[in-house]
């Protein structure tokens, strides 16, 4: 779905005063039902993540800190089984699984005699039942399988969907007897950065408004929508070393992009938003 910025600023507009739960989601729906499912979700979940990176310094001072965690100790003291750390996270517009953290970080620091490290808080949380408090462990849970933008749970989706377009393009490759090296198989070569597929035969993309079409020599594949501020971060870190390193290439956004975003294809950094159907191989293409 190829949105053009203005499109996509409407939907945004309206992600910024509600608050990051499924409901919202099936309202954001209702608002745009000709966008997909998907492409809202991942709209969805970017401009929480920016408004998280925005406000997240506030909620990790001592005194906010503090001030949660004796709040969480007052609910849990009436009532242990309310979603009291969950209720909290909403009041304070922060994300339950990140407000787990700091309430369980907080939590060990004064009952264990050295402070926790990170690997152990990660391991808690992807497994609260390893929390040695009960009532806290259940809290944690709580807010793992109900916050839909941060968190083990929501990292682990994320993974096996960015996994499963990875296979599902390999497939598409395979379908059109293309010939290509993979990530692993670039890396085992000694590569350091690399985009998924490089085509051993570069391919052409032919487009209706060009004749001479647009040659493409590595794809790489995004489960995600492509906003602004992703975009340019991934131009930056990756997009334009892979053309330095390999030559011209191919984004796919499965989700989607801003319109405007697909700007560098004279440079060599072609978007779309699912596998193009009219290429050729560069050998066929020249005879």
């Known amino acids: 779905m190829i949105l053009t910025k203005a499109q996509y600023d409407e939907i945004a507009q309206c992600l910024v005063s509600v608050p990051p739960t499924r409901q919202s989601l099936r309202k954001l729906k209702q608002r745009f039902p000709s966008q997909s499912q998907a492409t809202l979700l991942s709209i969805f979940s970017q401009e929480y993540q920016k408004h998280i990176k925005r406000t997240h310094a506030k909620h990790h001072t001592s005194e906010a800190i503090e001030s949660y965690y004796q709040r969480y100790l007052n609910g849990v003291g009436k009532n242990g089984a309310a979603p009291v750390l969950l209720e909290l996270a909403n009041e304070v517009d922060y994300a339950p699984s990140l407000m787990a953290r700091i309430i369980l970080e907080r939590f060990l620091q004064e009952h264990e005699e050295a402070p926790p490290s990170k690997s152990v808080i990660n391991s808690m949380l992807r497994d609260p039942s390893q929390i040695p408090d009960g009532v806290l462990a259940n809290q944690v849970y709580q807010c793992i399988v109900n916050d839909c933008c941060y968190g083990p ?109 697909d700007c560098n294809r004279e440079r060599g950094i072609l978007l779309q938003a699912c596998f193009p159907t009219n290429i050729v191989t560069l050998c066929h293409s020249i005879a």
């Open 153 to 261: 749970l929501v990292d682990c989706i994320k993974h096996a969907i960015g996994h499963e377009h990875e296979v599902l393009l390999r497939d598409l490759l395979l379908e059109k007897n293309l010939s290509f090296l993979d990530e692993d198989q670039l890396r085992a070569k000694g590569y350091d950065k690399t985009p998924d597929f490089i085509l051993q035969v570069p391919v052409v993309m032919l487009c209706p408004l060009a004749v001479e079409g647009h040659i493409i020599h590595w794809i790489e594949s995004k489960a995600s929508f492509g906003d602004e501020c992703s975009h340019h971060a991934y131009l930056h870190d990756q997009f334009w070393s892979y053309w330095n390193r390999f030559g011209p290439g191919l984004v796919i956004y499965w989700y989607g992009f801003i319109q405007e975003l």
